[in-house]
């Protein structure tokens, strides 16, 4: 049946139909956009900001565990506040502009997924859709938990050590509003797409390119390039913070490895 009605449609009519699908996706993503942007001032101060500050829920925490564990360095939350500069003319236009239609991505990915399931599913077979339909849902569920864990987790992380390390006390930390902007959207939208590795795996797996017999003989190696990304993502080296990166990555790694189908004993 989906071969059939795949062939009944023309090359023009494949165009067309990719068309309107791309307008769907445009017409959303720019009302969503405007509305982003009008709602900006109150987005930027109650959250994209909210890690600038010593009462963030993370801090916080962390100063809790600290302070109830004897052998863990000890966290503080005390006086810790980034002040951000704009030192370009047009830079707090532009990023409003940027940010807003970033986040509106963000909020509308499962949209945009959705939209391209509809051109994509009347070539699939039942069996198929079945399969796409639960990737979809894993798919959009993964990508908001990566966000969540670089908003809540690594790009706080991150900010603290690189906000307060100095090379030396002479120079001051003097933040501009783009650097933190830039470091804020790619760390999330990093862990947005890190978390879509168990489903990369799975679907590798489906086809049969990937094993569970690879994960098994590459663990090793795997441990020690995580650990070196994690070091990347907060290069500081209090081993607390670097396992708060590490673990979540990790983890997601082992997800994969489950998730992927053994090897078959004939090959």
């Given at each position: 049946?989906a071969g059939?009605?795949?062939?009944?449609?023309?090359?023009?009519?494949?165009?067309?139909?990719?068309?309107?699908?791309?307008?769907?996706?445009v017409?959303?993503?720019?009302v969503?956009?405007?509305?982003?942007?009008?709602?900006?001032?109150?987005?930027?101060?109650?959250?994209?900001?909210?890690?600038?500050?010593g009462?963030?829920?993370?801090?916080?925490?962390?100063?809790?565990?600290?302070?109830?564990?004897s052998?863990?360095?000890?966290?503080?939350t005390?006086?810790?506040?980034?002040?951000?500069?704009?030192?370009k003319l047009?830079?707090?236009?532009?990023?409003h502009?940027?940010?807003?239609?970033?986040?509106?991505?963000?909020?509308?990915?499962p949209?945009?997924?959705?939209?391209?399931?509809?051109?994509?599913?009347?070539?699939?077979?039942?069996?198929?859709?079945?399969?796409?339909?639960?990737?979809?849902?894993i798919?959009?569920?993964?990508?908001?938990?990566?966000?969540?864990?670089?908003?809540?987790?690594?790009?706080?992380?991150?900010?603290?050590?690189?906000?307060?390390?100095?090379?030396?006390?002479?120079?001051?930390?003097?933040?501009?509003?783009?650097?933190?902007?830039?470091?804020?959207?790619?760390?999330?939208?990093?862990?947005?797409?890190?978390?879509?590795?168990?489903l990369l795996?799975?679907l590798?797996g489906?086809?049969?390119?990937?094993?569970?017999d690879?994960?098994?003989?590459?663990?090793r190696?795997?441990?020690?390039?995580?650990?070196?990304?994690?070091?990347?993502i907060?290069?500081?080296?209090d081993?607390?913070?670097?396992?708060?990166?590490?673990?979540?990555?990790?983890?997601?790694?082992?997800?994969s490895?489950?998730?992927?189908?053994?090897?078959?004993?004939?090959?």
């Amino acid at each position: 049946m989906a071969g059939e009605q795949l062939q009944e449609m023309s090359f023009w009519d494949h165009i067309d139909a990719l068309r309107a699908v791309l307008i769907r996706i445009v017409v959303a993503l720019v009302v969503v956009t405007i509305a982003l942007f009008c709602a900006m001032p109150a987005i930027f101060d109650n959250v994209i900001l909210a890690p600038c500050h010593g009462d963030f829920a993370l801090y916080r925490l962390f100063e809790n565990i600290t302070s109830s564990v004897s052998w863990l360095p000890q966290f503080t939350t005390d006086g810790f506040e980034v002040q951000l500069i704009n030192i370009k003319l047009a830079s707090q236009f532009f990023i409003h502009m940027s940010t807003s239609f970033w986040l509106a991505l963000v909020l509308m990915f499962p949209f945009v997924l959705y939209q391209l399931w509809t051109f994509i599913a009347p070539a699939l077979y039942p069996n198929e859709k079945r399969g796409v339909k639960t990737a979809f849902l894993i798919g959009c569920m993964m990508f908001f938990l990566g966000v969540a864990t670089g908003y809540f987790i690594v790009f706080p992380v991150t900010l603290r050590f690189l906000a307060d390390y100095h090379v030396s006390q002479l120079v001051p930390n003097q933040i501009s509003l783009d650097s933190y902007m830039d470091t804020f959207l790619m760390l999330i939208f990093v862990m947005g797409l890190i978390f879509e590795l168990p489903l990369l795996s799975w679907l590798l797996g489906s086809l049969g390119i990937l094993h569970r017999d690879f994960f098994r003989t590459y663990r090793r190696h795997a441990v020690v390039a995580l650990l070196a990304l994690a070091a990347i993502i907060t290069p500081t080296g209090d081993p607390f913070t670097l396992m708060v990166v590490f673990l979540p990555i990790y983890l997601l790694f082992e997800l994969s490895a489950f998730l992927v189908p053994r090897a078959s004993s004939h090959s």
